[in-house]
Every structure is written in C-alpha cells, then in structure tokens.
C-alpha cells in the first residue's frame, strides 16, 4: 500500500487570504458588538384584599426601597390599579416575581405581581 501526497491547488491570494510572498495568513479582527440585555418592568397589580402595610412591607423587601418611595408605589398601585417597582433584566425579574408571590402566598394573600417586557 503506497501512501499518495495529496496534491495542492493553488488558490488566488485575495480569496485565500495567503500573502504571496512568505505563505502567512492574515486574519483581520472584528470587535463583536453585543447588544444590552432586554429589560422587564415589574408589575405589581392592585387586589381589594391585600392590606396596604403588606405591600409597602414587600416593595421595600425585595425591591429595595425605602419607606417613602414604597408608600408612592403603594398608593400607585391603589389608585391605578397597578404599579411599577423596579426595571431588571429578564431572569432578575422572574426572581423579584418570584419572591412576591411566594411571599403573597405564604402571608395567604392574593397579591399579583408579573414581569413585562419595557418598551423601548
């Protein structure tokens, strides 16, 4: 069994990317241009049942604001019928929802809250 060189096919230089004189291959960098993550805005939705303290209680909690911030959201959600507590990426989002609901759910109340995507 005789073992054949394979033979070469020389290819054009510019489509190659092979430099003539000295055989070396040039590769041209790119930067990759990554795009901010998506952000969801997290909802909480206004019920006739949960008391007022409780939601104030759970927006300073888990989203980290201080009393007088989470009494305006609280009121937010009363008047409007719902209210937003914090922009976060997807997953950190589904997290902060998540954590209200268990919280809710626990406490035996039927507070709501949900993640949407923001607009923008």
Not at 36 to 54: R, W
Not at 60 to 73: M, P, R, S, V
Not at 100 to 110: C, E, I, S, T, Y
């Amino acid at each position: 069994m005789s073992t054949k060189i394979p033979k070469i096919i020389p290819q054009h230089p510019a489509k190659s990317g092979v430099d003539d004189t000295d055989g070396t291959v040039v590769l041209e960098r790119r930067t990759l241009k990554t795009k901010p993550p998506k952000l969801y805005q997290v909802v909480m939705l206004n019920d006739d049942y949960t008391p007022m303290e409780f939601v104030v209680i759970v927006i300073q909690e888990y989203f980290g604001k201080d009393l007088e911030t989470a009494t305006q959201i609280m009121l937010k959600i009363h008047l409007d019928g719902r209210g937003v507590c914090g922009v976060y990426s997807r997953d950190v989002a589904a997290t902060k929802v998540s954590q209200v609901l268990d919280a809710a759910n626990k406490a035996g109340h039927p507070l709501q809250c949900v993640a949407e995507p923001l607009d923008s």
